[in-house]
C-alpha cells in the first residue's frame, strides 16, 4: 500500500503476526453495525489490508458475505489456511481489485495508515455502493496503564522512533488525519482487555512494523530484557493487555 518498508516487512512475519496479534471486540462491530447505513448481516463487506484475515472472521460471523484483499504474498496464503471458504484477492487500497459501487462496506482493520489517502478515499468512493460505508480503525495503546505506557515508550526508544502521543486526537483532528474531511464521519471508541501468555504478548511486540525492520540480534536483545522484567511483573507467565479500538466510519454526505 506504500514505499515504507515496514508495510512490506510483515508478509515476512506472517507466521508470527497471526500467532500474537490481537483480536476486536464484539462493541466494535455493534457500533459499525449501528453506523452504516444497511444491515451488517447479509452485507457485501470487502475486508482491504486484512493481513491474516482476524477482522475478516469476525466480519464473516456477524453473517457479512466478505472478501479479503491482501497485497502480501505469505500474509494472504496465512490466510487461506485460516479461512479456506473465504475468498482473498490480491491487491491494497490505493488500487483495489473490485468492481465499480460493487460493495456496501470497505473496512481496514489496522491497515489504513500504510494508504495514500490522496488515491485511497477515491477508490473506496469508487468502490462502494452510493449508501456504502468505510470503517476503519486500530488497536490503539492504552496510555493510562502505566505498564503498557512504560512498555511503549522502551520500544520506541529500542527502534528508534518517537513515542506515540498519549493524548489521542479530538475527533475533527482524527477525521483530518485520517484524510476523511469532506465525508460524514461518526467516531467511537472501544476499551477491551485480553489476557494472554507471556510468549504471545512478546510475539505481539515483535510482529509490529517498528521491529519487523531491526536486526535479529537487536530485536533478541530487547525480547531477552522484556522477558526478564515481565515475569518480575507477572510471575504465572500471563499478560493482561489492555486496549483502546479507535473506530471512524465515514459515508457520503
Do not use: K
Not at 127 to 156: K, M, S
Amino acid at each position: 500500500m506504500t514505499a515504507d518498508p515496514r508495510a512490506h516487512a510483515f508478509n515476512a512475519a506472517a507466521d508470527q503476526y497471526a500467532a500474537g496479534r490481537p483480536s476486536y471486540p464484539p462493541a466494535l462491530f455493534d457500533f459499525v453495525a449501528q453506523l452504516m447505513p444497511r444491515p451488517l448481516a447479509g452485507a457485501r463487506v470487502a475486508d482491504v489490508g486484512a493481513g491474516t484475515g482476524i477482522a475478516t472472521a469476525l466480519l464473516r460471523a456477524r453473517g457479512a458475505e466478505v472478501i479479503g484483499v491482501e497485497p502480501g504474498e505469505a500474509m494472504a496464503a496465512q490466510f487461506r489456511r485460516g479461512l479456506p471458504d473465504v475468498p482473498v484477492v490480491r491487491g491494497d487500497g490505493n488500487a483495489l481489485p473490485l468492481a465499480d459501487a460493487s460493495h456496501d462496506l470497505l473496512t481496514y482493520a489496522q491497515s489504513w495508515q500504510w494508504t495514500d489517502t490522496a488515491r485511497s478515499v477515491p477508490e473506496a468512493l469508487r468502490v462502494l455502493r452510493p449508501d456504502g460505508a468505510l470503517a476503519i480503525w486500530w488497536n490503539t495503546t492504552a496510555f493510562d496503564v502505566p505498564w503498557i505506557r512504560a512498555q511503549h515508550e522502551r520500544i520506541a526508544h529500542h527502534c528508534g522512533v518517537t513515542p506515540t502521543s498519549r493524548t489521542r486526537p479530538d475527533d475533527s483532528d482524527a477525521i483530518r488525519l485520517a484524510g476523511l474531511s469532506g465525508l460524514r464521519v461518526a467516531r467511537r471508541q472501544v476499551r477491551w482487555s485480553r489476557r494472554v501468555p507471556l510468549d504471545t504478548h512478546l510475539a505481539n511486540i515483535t510482529s509490529r512494523s517498528a521491529f519487523l525492520v531491526l536486526a535479529e540480534d537487536d530485536r533478541r536483545a530487547f525480547l531477552r530484557e522484556e522477558r526478564r522484567r515481565l515475569h518480575g511483573m507477572f510471575p504465572d507467565a500471563a499478560v493482561e493487555e489492555a486496549y483502546v479500538v479507535d473506530l471512524l466510519v465515514a459515508t457520503r454526505p
